[in-house]
């Protein structure tokens, strides 16, 4: 068996994190790593404490569900809340940030953001190399 590279090892741990998502229309998982070391996780679900998609279904808006905080996020939560430095950081997604998580992770000094699928919104491709973040398609990538 081969040893996968960190992105790959990284990006599987996201897909496992994954697991925990309480949407019904997409699971996504995050982890915010720095220097090989995971700094946070995070997936998409509702806010702590409410009722998730998978028990009371989801909550639509202009086709998009807005009962749940997004993977990344939830990551930036997580890191927030245990005071967790996650400048110069790299996230690990199962799917590339939509364009609010995008705007969180630039502002949140994310330097790197990999990914395992392109979901939905260009704007993040022209706007990566003006703001200092490397974007990284793990489908481009050998493991």
Same mark, same amino acid.
């Given at each position: 068996?081969? $040893?996968?590279?960190?992105? %790959?090892? %990284?990006?599987?741990?996201?897909?496992?994190?994954?697991?925990?998502?309480?949407?019904?229309?997409?699971?996504?998982?995050?982890?915010?790593?720095?220097?090989?070391?995971?700094?946070?996780?995070?997936?998409?679900?509702?806010?702590?404490?409410?009722?998730?998609?998978? =028990?009371? =279904?989801?909550?639509?808006?202009?086709?998009? *569900?807005? $009962?749940?905080?997004?993977?990344? #996020?939830?990551?930036?939560?997580?890191? #927030?809340?245990?005071?967790?430095?996650?400048?110069?950081?790299?996230?690990?997604?199962?799917?590339?940030? *939509?364009?609010?998580? %995008?705007?969180?992770? #630039?502002? #949140?000094?994310?330097?790197?953001?990999?990914?395992?699928? %392109?979901?939905?919104? !260009?704007?993040? @491709?022209? @706007?990566? =190399?003006?703001?200092?973040?490397? @974007?990284? !398609? @793990?489908?481009?990538?050998? =493991?």
């Amino acid at each position: 068996m081969t $040893r996968p590279s960190w992105d %790959f090892y %990284f990006a599987r741990l996201a897909e496992h994190v994954s697991t925990r998502a309480t949407c019904n229309r997409k699971n996504v998982g995050a982890v915010i790593v720095r220097d090989h070391n995971i700094l946070a996780t995070g997936y998409n679900g509702s806010i702590k404490g409410q009722e998730h998609c998978t =028990d009371v =279904d989801c909550m639509m808006e202009n086709g998009h *569900c807005v $009962r749940t905080v997004h993977a990344e #996020a939830n990551a930036i939560a997580q890191a #927030a809340k245990n005071g967790v430095n996650i400048n110069n950081s790299t996230i690990y997604t199962t799917a590339s940030p *939509c364009w609010n998580c %995008f705007k969180l992770l #630039a502002n #949140a000094g994310i330097k790197r953001i990999c990914y395992l699928e %392109f979901y939905q919104d !260009d704007r993040i @491709l022209n @706007l990566a =190399d003006q703001v200092g973040i490397k @974007l990284v !398609d @793990l489908r481009d990538v050998e =493991d």
